[in-house]
């Protein structure tokens, strides 16, 4: 009895399965409908409004070479994986990047302040000035994907690409400069020159990023001689402001030294005037009394005479006057008797 049950027990436990199965097979074709639409729909791409894509079919760039390569934002079809791939661009977005390879501070493990008299290569980044002193350096570089096609198949690492070449560049125009210059009033001009440099570097070598800008967040002297470096700057500080103090000065003079030479040229001028007025009218009197002299000499001589002692004789108690000499004869030689 119990061997004859054995199948039937068996074949009713084994009936829900086999009608399972049933079921599935008739409904594979639907299955099989939604696992199709699911793997098509996985093609389907929302590009965000701060990038572009990058459709690729087999393994290449559908549309390479041309401005259809790019695309815009919005929905995107393309072939799902693995016939085809989208790469998503961000290209409105700023990335940034701190540069330290110049700098004691490497913050990695690799550089570290050192106390010691020298600087160790090895263990120290720096740059060397036009002078043959020593900088460290950190920046920070900011950029934006400018071209989608190289930044995605030119280069394998664009960023490690940017950050090479802006501390090459950055070590060359130190390099091209004093230590006052790089340290003081030169900052400024060293930025530009680097940014510049870089950005003709990654155009030539086709890098794809764009620099947007370079910030200098350190650039000191190495910490042994940090304070000597203050003194100096602190002396060039004082001095500038002293010559700032100086150039005050002069424009707050200069407005009254000209107002005072306009008077003192104005005095003059009148004081010339009178001289040349005295001078003319005592001149005209000159050539007058010359004239009268040749005339009369004896006459002019006597009122000449008489003129001059009038001045003497107003100032004296008594006079007396004393005849002149005969002709011919000197007062020496000639005795009056007054009584």
């Not at 001009?189 to 947007?212: I, K, N, P």
Request: glycine share 8%.
């Amino acid at each position: 009895m119990r061997r004859r049950g054995a199948p039937t027990e068996l074949s009713r436990l084994i009936a829900p399965l086999g009608t399972l199965a049933d079921v599935a097979f008739r409904a594979l074709p639907l299955w099989l409908g939604l696992l199709v639409g699911a793997w098509a729909l996985s093609g389907v791409t929302v590009v965000q409004a701060d990038e572009v894509a990058l459709v690729l079919r087999l393994g290449a760039l559908q549309d390479a070479g041309t401005a259809q390569a790019v695309r815009p934002p919005g929905l995107l079809i393309a072939p799902p994986r693995p016939l085809g791939e989208v790469i998503r661009v961000p290209v409105k977005k700023v990335f940034e990047v701190e540069l330290r390879d110049l700098h004691y501070d490497r913050r990695d493990g690799t550089f570290v302040v050192s106390n010691a008299p020298g600087v160790d290569p090895r263990k120290v980044g720096y740059a060397v000035t036009g002078d043959r002193n020593l900088v460290h350096t950190a920046l920070v570089a900011r950029y934006q994907i400018a071209d989608p096609v190289a930044w995605a198949f030119a280069w394998e690492d664009p960023e490690g690409a940017l950050s090479r070449i802006t501390i090459d560049e950055a070590a060359r125009a130190v390099g091209a400069r004093s230590v006052d210059a790089v340290l003081t009033d030169g900052r400024a001009d060293l930025v530009e020159a680097v940014l510049e440099a870089v950005q003709e570097r990654l155009d030539a070598q086709g890098v794809g990023l764009s620099l947007v800008s370079l910030e200098l967040i350190d650039l000191a002297p190495p910490p042994q001689v940090k304070d000597e470096f203050a003194e100096v700057q602190s002396a060039a500080i004082d001095a500038e402001t002293l010559l700032q103090q100086a150039g005050e000065y002069r424009e707050s003079v200069l407005p009254l030294a000209r107002s005072t030479r306009g008077a003192k040229i104005r005095e003059a001028e009148a004081a010339a005037a009178q001289v040349l007025a005295a001078a003319r009218g005592e001149a005209d009197a000159f050539r007058a009394l010359a004239t009268e002299y040749r005339a009369s000499p004896g006459v002019v001589r006597e009122r000449l005479y008489r003129e001059g002692l009038e001045g003497p004789l107003q100032r004296a108690g008594r006079v007396r006057f004393v005849p002149a000499p005969p002709p011919g004869q000197r007062y020496e030689d000639f005795r009056v008797s007054v009584k």
